[in-house]
C-alpha cells in the first residue's frame, strides 16, 4: 500500500506556513517551499515573552521585586534574539513580527500592569473617579507602547538607523520597573509615591510616541577590533550595576529618556543661534 497523500499541494496547515514564502516572493526568488520555522532565535523570543508574563502574574500576587526583574530580564532576551538571528543568518518575517508581539507583552502591557498594581489601584480609596484615573494612567502607557512598535515596525528602513524616533520600548519599561524596583528596595509603599510614578509612567508613554530621536547604538560595531581597553567596559559596567541593581538601572534608562529632549533643544538652540548670526 502507498502512503496517502495531499491531493492539493497547494494546502498548508498553519503550523506548516514558511515565513520565508513572502521574503522570497519580495525579491523575485522562485523556488522550493520549505515549512517550519527557526528554531533558536524563536525559543529566545520565548522566554523574553515568559519573563513578560511572569512579571504580570507576580504583579497581581503582590511580589513586585521579582515582577520588576522579570521586566529586566526580558530586556536580555530581547537583545539576545535579534543578534542571534544575524549571527545565524535565521532571520525571517515570523521572528520579526513574533519578537514584536513579545515586546508588546513584556515592555507595553507588563510594566504598566506592575506598575497599576503595585502604585495606582489603591487611587481607587480617594473616590471612583481617581480609581479610574489611576488605571487611565496604566493604559496610556501600554497604548503608547503599542503605538511605539507599530510605527517601528513600518518605518523599518525609512528613517536614519542611528536614532530611534521616540523613547525604545525597552527603554521605557526599563524606567517603569525601574521605579518599581527602587521603590520596593527603599521599603517605600507604591501608594506613597503615586505622584511621581504617576508623571514616571504617563511621561514615558508620551516620550514613546514623540518625534524625539534616541541615539540607538547601532553604529557601534562590536564585530570589529576595538582597542584593548575598550574590554574593561564591560566589567566596570558589571561591577556598577552590582553595586545597586535598582538605583544604576534606574538611574541609566532615566538619562537614557532625558538624553532626547535635551539633544532637541540643543539642536533648537544651534539652529535657533545659525539664523540669527
Known amino acids: ?43 529566545i523570543t520565548t522566554a523574553g515573552l515568559f519573563a513578560g508574563f511572569y512579571a504580570i502574574v507576580a504583579a497581581i500576587v503582590g511580589h513586585f521585586e521579582p515582577a520588576a526583574v522579570a521586566v529586566f530580564v ?4 530581547d537583545g539576545l534574539d535579534g543578534r542571534i538571528a544575524r549571527l ?3 532571520e525571517s518575517a515570523f521572528g520579526k513580527e513574533y519578537d514584536s508581539l513579545s515586546d508588546m507583552v513584556s515592555f507595553g502591557l507588563a510594566p504598566a500592569l506592575v506598575m ?13 473617579a481617581w480609581g479610574k484615573i489611576g488605571w487611565l494612567g496604566a493604559f496610556i502607557y501600554a497604548i503608547a507602547a503599542a503605538l511605539r512598535l507599530a510605527r517601528f515596525n513600518v518605518r523599518t528602513g525609512v528613517v536614519d538607523k542611528r536614532y530611534f524616533q521616540g523613547l525604545p520600548s525597552p527603554a521605557a519599561a526599563g524606567i517603569v520597573a525601574g521605579a518599581v524596583w527602587l521603590g520596593t528596595e527603599l521599603a517605600i509603599p507604591g501608594p506613597a509615591l503615586v505622584i511621581p510614578a504617576y508623571v514616571i509612567t504617563v511621561g514615558a508613554g508620551a516620550l514613546m510616541v514623540s518625534s524625539i530621536g534616541y541615539y540607538s547604538f547601532k553604529d557601534l560595531h562590536l564585530y570589529g577590533r576595538v582597542p584593548f581597553t575598550m574590554l574593561l567596559i564591560v566589567p566596570i559596567a558589571i561591577i556598577v550595576i552590582s553595586l545597586s541593581p535598582p538605583w544604576v538601572l534606574f538611574v541609566t534608562f ?19 543661534a545659525q539664523r540669527h548670526a
Open 1 to 43: 500500500m502507498h502512503a496517502p497523500t495531499n491531493s492539493d499541494p497547494d494546502v498548508e496547515t498553519e503550523v506548516g506556513i514558511d515565513e520565508q514564502v513572502n521574503e522570497a516572493a519580495e525579491v523575485g526568488v522562485e523556488g522550493p517551499r520549505r515549512r517550519g520555522i527557526y528554531l533558536l532565535p524563536n525559543l
Open 74 to 77: 526580558a530586556m536580555i532576551f
Open 88 to 90: 545565524t543568518h535565521t
Open 116 to 128: 497599576y498594581e503595585w502604585s495606582f489601584k489603591d487611587m481607587i480609596n480617594f473616590g471612583w
Open 254 to 272: 532615566f538619562l537614557y529618556a532625558c538624553s532626547g529632549p535635551l539633544m532637541a533643544l540643543w539642536r533648537l538652540r544651534r539652529r535657533f
